[in-house]
């Protein structure tokens, strides 16, 4: 079979062994896989490593065969995958098996992947492959900082810098279907309207004066990933007593920020990444009955993977970039 792999410090689409089914274990036969910023990180973290290593996080597609032990699922059945490997109940913070689909296991850039029956979902019935293909990683992520972190509640404001990040799209949508009103920033115009066509309330951009452009808002959850190009500022316009989740660092991982005025702000600051089975199946019956379709930049085919990879690199695209393996 076909696999997108990394192998000696290079990129390359690679014929691989077909995968096998163990007793516990699915063939899932992939039909579009979908790119995260981890894949585009992965290649620096390996280095010149020897060892084919076949990436990609998300995917969804057709159960090709299963092992004897499994009867949750059958061959025809379509799925998802659950990137977050070993993390089935919600918890405070993942045990200490947890790891992330596509590295150091292969991943679903590739026309099958083996994994254990625990870690497919069914495939929900609106959406399309490419919304399936690119759901998994992005939207737990948006769902457990948005709820089981930020405890988002009807009424409530959210302000999410970085309007076009693929986690930013579901989590405009997410809010939305919570009640909340949805504060976003961009750089872009372009990114700045497609937000607010997705639901977004206020789309300020990025080198705006915040406080000033916020001054008749209060605002109650800030969601941040961009790190320290704008952890002081989101800082700066979250009320008193405010809550702050962290999932990411696009920019650089080091912030300083002034230990006094937090606490004297009595803020609240939470880290989050990935979540456990229960929020991703908690968060496909929140898609199911609000409707919510993922939004899908731009889907690229199989061949053109590492082109895919650039233009996401680049940060061009408004929501999720997806790859079509199959038919």
């Known amino acids: 079979m076909k696999g997108f792999i990394h192998e000696h410090g290079k990129l390359a689409i690679k014929n691989m062994d077909e995968p096998t089914a163990g007793r516990d274990e699915v063939v899932v036969a992939l039909r579009v896989a979908g790119l995260n910023r981890r894949d585009v990180g992965i290649p620096n973290r390996r280095g010149n490593q020897a060892d084919a290593l076949i990436l990609g996080s998300d995917g969804a597609g057709v159960i090709d065969s299963v092992g004897e032990n499994v009867t949750n699922i059958k061959p025809g059945d379509e799925v998802i995958i659950n990137p977050a490997l070993r993390w089935y109940d919600n918890s405070d913070a993942p045990p200490k098996e947890f790891d992330i689909l596509g590295m150091p296991d292969h991943g679903t850039l590739a026309e099958k992947i083996v994994i254990s029956k625990e870690q497919v979902e069914k495939k929900p019935a609106h959406l399309s492959w490419e919304e399936a293909g690119v759901l998994a990683l992005a939207a737990l992520t948006g769902y457990r900082a948005l709820f089981t972190k930020g405890q988002v509640k009807e009424g409530e404001t959210v302000f999410i810098p970085g309007a076009g990040s693929g986690v930013a799209t579901y989590l405009i949508s997410f809010a ?13 115009e372009t990114k700045r309207e497609q937000a607010k066509e997705l639901g977004a309330d206020i789309a300020l951009d ?9 001054k008749e808002e209060r605002i109650d959850l800030v969601i941040e990933s961009v790190g320290k190009a704008t952890f002081n500022r989101s800082l700066e316009v979250l009320k008193k007593g405010g809550k702050i989740v962290v999932f990411g660092a696009t920019t650089e991982d080091v912030v300083d920020f002034n230990l006094r005025e937090f606490f004297y702000g009595q803020y609240k600051l939470f880290g989050t990444t990935m979540g456990s089975r229960e929020e991703l199946r908690d968060m496909l019956k929140l898609i199911d009955t609000h409707n919510i379709h993922p939004v899908v930049d731009r889907t690229f085919e199989f061949d053109l993977t590492s082109d895919a990879m650039e233009y996401l690199n680049q940060g061009k695209q408004f929501g999720k970039v997806a790859i079509k393996i199959s038919e």
């Open 206 to 214: 990025t080198n705006s004066d915040w406080p000033e452009e916020l």
């Open 176 to 188: 939305k279907s919570a009640g909340a009103k949805v504060i976003v920033t961009s750089r872009s």
